[in-house]
T-cell receptor, first 116, second 115 residues
Framework: GAGVSQSPRYKVAKRGQDVALRCDPI?????LFWYQQALGQGPEFLTY????????KSGLPSDRFFAERPEGSVSTLKIQRTQQEDSAVYLC??????????????FGQGTRLTVV | DAKTTQPNSMESNEEEPVHLPCNHS???????IHWYRQLPSQGPEYVIH???SNVNNRMASLAIAEDRKSSTLILHRATLRDAAVYYC????????????????FGTGTRLTIIP
């Protein structure tokens, strides 16, 4: 498809389990973002990649959260030793170019993570 | 990041125009004004953006105040499908340094359309 694709759409994890969330951005998009959205809140920034370089990870809530984009396309967000407060929708977005103030970001449908 | 202020919720009748306000009194000269919306169980969706002049596209219009400290998203004829949370976001040009490419969301305005 032409849009941003995220998988899985839904994930239930037992507390303490590790999870990996995948994002396939639009082909050719340089910028890739991960966001976390708690119920009833706006999306909160987690991290940003420019090609394979992770340029901003200031939003990652703890060292249990790790993101990578090794070849500058597909990205994976990994959460180790999941806790209940990690339950949220995780959104991925991509943008075509740098200097992105004048361009739009395209979002995936998100992965809903529930930690039980 | 410069912040935006929006009403928490608004209601509008179907097939009538909707004006969604946004205040951004600390906007800088290099900030673009972006609007996104999020339908239930979907990721955010781009609506429109502008810098100084009013903008129109197939989805909506964006009216920007002369001093750029406020803006209004205009849906010309609301339908039930326009029921969503609308976010007004300031986004730097991003040409000077990295890290300011991200969109910073607030809580947005929840728009309810009354049939």
């Amino acid at each position: 498809g032409a849009g941003v694709s995220q998988s899985p759409r839904y994930k239930v994890a037992k507390r303490g389990q590790d999870v990996a969330l995948r994002c396939d951005p639009i082909s050719g998009h340089v910028s890739l973002f991960w966001y976390q959205q708690a119920l009833g809140q706006g999306p909160e920034f987690l991290t940003y990649f420019q090609n394979e370089a992770q340029l901003d990870k200031s939003g990652l809530p703890s060292d249990r959260f790790f993101a990578e984009r090794p070849e500058g396309s597909v990205s994976t967000l990994k959460i180790q030793r999941t806790q209940q407060e990690d339950s949220a929708v995780y959104l991925c977005a991509s943008s075509l170019v740098l200097g992105a103030g004048n361009t739009e970001a395209f979002f995936g449908q998100g992965t809903r993570l529930t930690v039980v | 990041d410069a912040k935006t202020t929006q009403p928490n919720s608004m209601e509008s009748n179907e097939e009538e125009p909707v004006h969604l306000p946004c205040n951004h009194s600390t906007i800088s000269g290099t900030d673009y004004i972006h609007w996104y919306r999020q339908l239930p169980s979907q990721g955010p969706e781009y609506v429109i953006h502008g810098l100084t002049s009013n903008v129109n596209n197939r989805m909506a219009s964006l009216a920007i105040a002369e001093d750029r400290k406020s803006s209004t998203l205009i849906l010309h004829r609301a339908t039930l499908r326009d029921a969503a949370v609308y976010y007004c976001i300031l986004r730097d040009k991003g040409l000077r340094d990295f890290g300011n490419e991200k969109l910073t969301f607030g809580t947005g305005t929840r728009l309810t359309i009354i049939p």
